[in-house]
Structures are given as C-alpha cells and as structure tokens.
C-alpha cells in the first residue's frame, strides 16, 4: 500500500524519540557510517510496526528523505546510502545525484517503495518496462510519467488501471480503444470510463459494468445508447440513484424511472422533473425512502397534510419536516386540536401508551397558555409564544411528563425511581384514537435519564 504524507504526526513519534537518532554520535568513524547506522536501525524499528500504524510510518519515511537531503553531496552520490533510504522512502530519489537516477537498482528501489519516484528517474529508465511495471505496481498513476513507448504496453497499462481505473488517460490512445484495457480502468476508477475511446462509451457491456462503480457512468456514457437502451438507465440508477441527475431529460421525466431511483434513496427526487415533483405516488414513495424528499417536492405536494405526516413519521428532525411543509400547513400544524401520548418501550413494548390531553388558551398578550392532563390525572402546563409549534409545546411539557411519570413509577406502579427512557408523540385533529394510532402520530422528542 503506498502511504502520502498526511502532516504532522503527535510529539511522541517525532524523530526526536527515535532510539536511533545519532546526532550526538561523535564516535563513529564517518559520515557514511553514521547514515547507513541510523537507516538501518529505521529499516528495523518500521520492520517490527504493523500496518495498523500508516500515520507512524509515513513520518518514519519522511526522516530517511531529511537524512538524505541533510547528507553531504558525496554521500548522495554513494550507491549504498541511496539504496539504504530509497528502500524506506523513494521521494528521496529526488535528492541523490544525476548519476544515480540513471541507475536502474537504485531506481528501482526508489519506485518499489513509492511509485511516482519514476518522475525524478531518467529518461532511460522512464522507457524502462521494468521499472515502470515496478512503479504502476505502487502506483497506477505512476504511468503518466512514464515513455510513451511504455504508455503503450498491453501488460504495464492493465496493471496500472487495475490499481487505479483513472489511469486510462494516461495510456496510448490504441490501448483507450481495447476493451479488456478499458472493463479493467472502469472497475477500478469512477471516472475512466470518461478516457476510454469514443467505441467503447457507446459498448452496452462497457457501460453496464463502469455503473456498478460509479453514479456519474451515465454522464460520461454515449448519449445516443442512453436513448435507444433505456435498460442501461434502471440498472445504472439501480446501483447508485443518484445517477439520475445525468440521466437524459426524458427518463427523468419518466414516473417508472424516478421511482426506481426514489426506491433506493428518496433524496434523488430532487434530480426529477418538476412534473413529477408534483405526482403524488412519486413524491410519496421518495418520502417513505428519506424523509428530506419533501423538501425537492412540488409546491402543491407540501401542502398534502397526508404527506406532510408521513414525512414527520419517517424524520428523525422534530422540526425538519415543519420547516419543508407549505405556508398554509404550517399554520395547520402550529395549533389546534391536538393530544400528545408519550411512550415507555420498556414498560409496554410496542403498545401505544397513556395520551395527555392537551388544551391550549389563547392569553390576551397573544400567547398561549398549555395544560395537559396525563392518564393518572396529573396536570402539567407551560406557556409558549404565538409563533410556537407543537414542537415547542411537546419540548416544553416534556421534563414535566417525566417527572410525573417518574414519580408514578416510584410509587410502585411502575419500573421503579427514573424509569426508562421514553419519547413524546402527538396526535393531529384531537379525533378518537385510530384503528391504526400510528398512521396518525409524529415523533416530537425523546427523553433520557442522565
């Protein structure tokens, strides 16, 4: 795996707490000494850290290239201490002397640990099969600094896209026209499928595999094949719905298509056409799919109190949905008849629990003041503004509900002083309960003991 540096690394693995720093070190016989100590001990002290730890080893890599670059010109001319630091860190090429980027050993010991070194190699060595192989290894992207001549191996091109897809664009253009070369790139790149020759974009079997990987297949696709295969669409927005933002005009103004997208992700509702913003069975299923759909809704679908309720039951935002709902339904949904019930999972597991009865009394200041009345016949109140929503009065009432219900459960009747957690609910219309409450209720607030 190759590694990037990433920055600084915390005060316990900087180089100053290695055990083989040799600063002080006066007793060694020379220079070259010195640095091939200090490079081993680091080759030994990285070859005892695992793989769990890049962080550490990347900073570990980035001394050996400070202990070359530090060195004087005639140890970056010596074969032995290159050869001791490109194994641990291949940037370091870029220190060494000219001679030694024309030598293929120390080459390839720089691009075996880090795959772009090919850049500083030379151009003899850049048109070496060899080392560019040993580079793409590391590094698909290592090809664009390859030779041309190399740019156009079958072999190295397929072993560079098969560790990066990007790196098709870096290959000759009779390898960008070879099918094998190409299904390889668009497997591992999302965005190869954009270099491959102008053929293969519009080659169903091509286009079919790069959607698997990638949302923005159908843009970078034939358009002329998206139109004569609609099949290609579906099954692109199948993998990945978001794709139906380059899906041509027509299949985003197709209802079978959107809803295969709204299906998987309701979010992608924002990427249909305005007409079906509008149509009810989409923008519905797209809100049983997330919530936050109703915000790419049409305006006449915000103010659906029906779709308004169902996009509440899904949020897991009290307030999310009130905001997206329409002008005139918020003003619906800020007062009126109204109950809250709140629920104890523990106490009665997937039961609908005692309601609170709530009357609220317009003040002459304009507020309004809150009483509700729980089951065991414990009052509670709040005051909220006239701008307040069933929100606010649930959030309001709610420390209340839980001190009463706590002390009701003290008493005995119940799981004991705290008691679980339970959450808040309110119920639209103050009609009787329904034959199905949930199809009625809107999660307000949950509540946990501290």
Request: with cysteine; hydrophobic share 45%; net charge negative.
């Amino acid at each position: 795996m190759e590694v990037e540096y990433l920055g600084e690394v915390p005060e316990e693995t900087s180089p100053s707490s290695f055990p083989f720093d040799d600063d002080d070190d006066d007793e060694q016989d020379d220079e070259k000494t010195r640095l091939l100590h200090g490079l081993q001990e680091l080759k030994g002290f990285l070859d005892a850290q695992t793989d769990e730890e890049p962080l550490l080893r990347v900073e570990h890599a980035r001394f050996a290239c400070e202990r070359l670059a530090r060195a004087s010109p005639e140890m970056q001319a010596d074969r032995d201490v290159a050869l001791a630091a490109l194994s641990l860190a291949g940037a370091g090429l870029f220190w060494v002397a000219e001679a030694l980027r024309e030598d293929k050993a120390v080459v390839l010991a720089a691009v075996s640990s880090w795959g772009d070194a090919l850049l500083y190699a030379s151009a003899a060595l850049k048109a070496d099969r060899e080392v560019v192989l040993e580079a793409v290894k590391r590094h698909g992207r290592a090809l664009r600094f390859a030779d041309e001549s190399i740019q156009d191996d079958r072999e190295v091109v397929l072993r560079a896209v098969s560790d990066n897809g990007d790196a098709l664009q870096f290959a000759s253009s009779r390898l960008r026209e070879d099918k094998e070369v190409v299904l390889k790139a668009v497997q591992n790149g999302c965005l190869a499928l954009q270099h491959a020759a102008d053929s293969l974009r519009a080659d169903a079997e091509i286009v079919a595999e790069a959607a698997a990987f990638s949302s923005h297949t159908l843009r970078m696709a034939d358009s002329r094949l998206l139109e004569e295969d609609g099949s290609l669409v579906i099954r692109a927005i199948q993998h990945r719905p978001s794709a139906l933002q380059f899906a041509p005009e027509e299949c985003r103004c197709n209802p079978d298509v959107v809803l295969v997208a709204v299906e998987s992700n309701g979010l992608a509702l924002q990427f249909a056409s305005e007409a079906l913003k509008s149509n009810r069975e989409v923008v519905r299923m797209a809100i049983r799919n997330g919530a936050g759909a109703l915000e790419f809704a049409g305006k006449d679908m915000k103010g659906d109190k029906d779709l308004v309720l169902l996009a509440a039951r899904m949020s897991n935002d009290a307030t999310a949905w009130h905001r997206m709902a329409s002008d005139d339904l918020q003003a619906w949904i800020s007062f009126g008849d109204f109950r809250i019930v709140y629920e104890i999972p523990l106490a009665c597991p997937g039961q609908m629990a005692p309601m609170i009865n709530v009357i609220a009394t317009e003040e002459d200041d304009g507020s309004y003041s809150c009483t509700g009345t729980l089951a065991s016949g414990t009052a509670v109140q709040c005051s909220v503004t006239a701008m307040a929503t069933l929100g606010d009065v649930a959030s309001a009432l709610a420390p209340k509900v839980k001190a009463s219900v706590n002390d009701y459960q003290g008493q005995g009747q119940g799981q004991g002083q705290g008691g679980p957690p339970f959450s808040m609910y309110l119920i639209f219309d103050g009609q009787d309960e329904p034959a199905s409450p949930w199809d009625h209720i809107i999660p307000l607030c949950s509540l946990f003991d501290e």
